[in-house]
């Protein structure tokens, strides 16, 4: 999978690897060529093309309505940019569930025209035909546990998954069957951080956690609310590492200005 002799791909195997060593997995979305160029050259382990480019990139209020073709788009774009990155493209609503012919085909389409390196789906039991059948074509799998959003109008709120015993139980099987139908890796996101770590501590394969605490195996969290370009969205698990949207807010200010008083463009900046 190396495109260049002096940059080590990372790969599905690499993961688990890491794992093994107690070395920590970093991860986060992104839906473009520019910004994931950005944080792959930043040496980002995995990208997630995830489908809250619904969210962040068209102002959909849930993931729900992002299509095959759009996020086929918003792939190809990342999978052009990245040159060490593991590129995870994230099935969308309706794509997969109930069927596992069509799920095989999507999740195909997906691998063709995008170039991404592997796929993420949201459930378990219920979709366990699927993700073996998607498995059968060499396709690597992520799965995805406890807050699933595109199930949101099933569970009716974005609050913390299975505090109570018996969603816990199941999320803990959950895992298990997801392991052995041979995923490489899982995305638990919003559950209380103990049971994250009971389940990181019952399997082989790399967890990835978004808001489920640090006794996981890595971390992800959508690359438009860490950098502070979305202000409407900040539950505990958020963590601001810039603020870029009021960076941009001024620099935007300043053009404007500059336009308005004829300081922009200066003699040095025309022909
Ligand atoms: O779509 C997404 O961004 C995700 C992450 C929150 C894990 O699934």
């Not at 839906?31 to 980002?44: L, Q, S």
């Not at 959909?60 to 593991?86: F, G, N, W």
């Not at 949101?152 to 199941?170: C, D, L, P, S």
């Amino acid at each position: 999978m190396s495109v260049n002799k002096d940059i080590r791909r990372v790969t599905t195997h690499t993961l688990h690897e890491m794992k093994m060593r107690g070395e920590k997995i970093s991860m986060l979305t992104a839906y473009d060529y520019t910004m994931a160029g950005i944080i792959d050259a930043a040496g980002i382990d995995v990208i997630l093309v995830g489908d809250s480019a619904s969210n962040v990139m068209a102002g959909h209020e849930t993931t729900l309505p992002i299509t095959l073709d759009q996020m086929i788009y918003h792939a190809s774009s990342v999978v052009r940019a990245c040159k060490r990155s593991l590129v995870v493209v994230d099935m969308p609503f309706g794509t997969y569930q109930g069927n596992s012919k069509v799920a095989l085909n999507s999740a195909i389409r997906v691998m063709k025209e995008t170039g991404g390196h592997a796929i993420k789906m949201e459930g378990g039991e219920e979709i366990e035909d699927s993700i073996k059948r998607i498995l059968t074509a060499g396709i690597p799998v992520m799965g995805h546990l406890g807050l699933t959003p595109q199930s949101i109008y099933k569970f009716g709120t974005y609050q913390v998954r299975a505090k109570e015993e018996m969603e816990a139980e199941r999320l803990k099987r959950d895992a298990q069957l997801l392991e052995e139908a041979g995923v490489f890796a899982i995305v638990l996101e919003k559950i209380p951080a103990a049971l994250a770590a009971e389940v990181a501590a019952s399997v082989q394969v790399p967890i990835i956690g978004i808001g489920a605490g640090n006794g996981v195996d890595g971390q992800v969290l959508v690359l438009h609310d860490m950098l502070g370009l979305t202000q409407d969205f900040s539950p505990r698990f958020l963590r601001r590492y810039a603020q870029l949207g009021e960076t941009m807010r001024q620099a935007v200010k300043e053009y404007i200005a500059d336009v308005k008083s004829v300081d922009f463009p200066n003699a040095s900046e025309q022909y």
